[in-house]
């Protein structure tokens, strides 16, 4: 079965240093890969989208992709306490099949 | 614009009644999918229509049936509620191109007693 792995967490880190969330999955087919973001009790949105090997910098984001070890990794710098929330690891795995999700890493900012 | 919107945002329902949530999207996207979100089992996939025309089943179907009325529209319908069923339930939509991103809408938050 073709699946997306991600690490429950929770994961603290205080405010100011650096998160990282990793993400592994199953498919070597894989092409595209996503970031989401979700607050307690409201709807995942959209922070990053990667589909080649090697970093792509959005603001605080960075998402690293490594299609040969199969993970795809998501960096947030100087962490706020606003940061705090569930992220969402996605792919598009081979074949014509829809998204597929992990179910996510909590992470806790600390003031 | 108003994206992707589900309605209504909450509903209680009792065991055997039947429901429907409605879902409809603005973003022109061919491509529309129903999730539950359950504490500890992340997002699945109950039905998703690859295009205007078609549906498909996904992880977890039972219990549930779904019309995708025309391009805008993707609706879900619980025949008879089951306490199982009480959820938070995510309409998505996607371009349909190969690689994009899905966009979500709110939310229906559904209690089942």
């Known amino acids: 079965q073709k699946e997306v792995e991600q690490n429950s967490g929770p994961l603290s880190v205080p405010e100011g240093a650096i998160a990282s969330l990793n993400c592994t999955y199953s498919?070597?087919?894989?092409?595209?890969f996503f970031w989401y973001r979700q607050y307690s009790g409201k709807s995942p949105e959209l922070i990053m989208f990667?589909?080649?090997?090697g970093d792509k910098e959005d603001g605080r984001f960075t998402a690293q992709l490594n299609k040969a070890s199969q993970y795809v990794s998501l960096l947030i710098r100087d962490s706020q306490p606003s940061d705090s929330a569930t992220y969402l690891c996605?792919?598009?795995?081979?074949?014509?099949?829809?998204?597929?999700f992990g179910k996510g890493t909590r992470l806790s900012v600390i003031a | 614009n108003a994206g992707v919107t589900q309605t209504p945002k909450f509903q209680v329902l009792k065991t055997g009644q039947s429901m429907t949530l409605q879902c409809a999207q603005d973003?022109?996207?061919?491509?529309m999918y129903w999730y539950r979100q359950d504490p500890g089992m992340g997002l699945r996939l109950i039905y998703y229509?690859?295009?205007?025309?078609?549906?498909d089943k996904g992880e977890v179907p039972n219990g549930y049936n779904v019309s995708r009325l025309n391009k805008r529209e993707f609706s879900l319908r619980l025949e008879s509620a089951a306490p199982s069923q009480t959820s938070v339930y995510f309409c998505?939509?996607?371009?349909?191109?190969?690689?994009?991103?899905?966009?979500f809408g709110d939310g229906t938050r559904l209690s089942i007693l």
């Open positions: 229509s690859a295009s205007e025309g078609t549906t």
């Open positions: 990667i589909y080649s090997n």
């Open positions: 973003m022109n996207h061919n491509s």
């Open positions: 998505a939509t996607e371009q349909g191109a190969r690689g994009q991103p899905q966009h």
């Open positions: 498919d070597r087919g894989s092409q595209s």
């Open positions: 996605a792919a598009h795995l081979s074949g014509n099949t829809p998204l597929v």
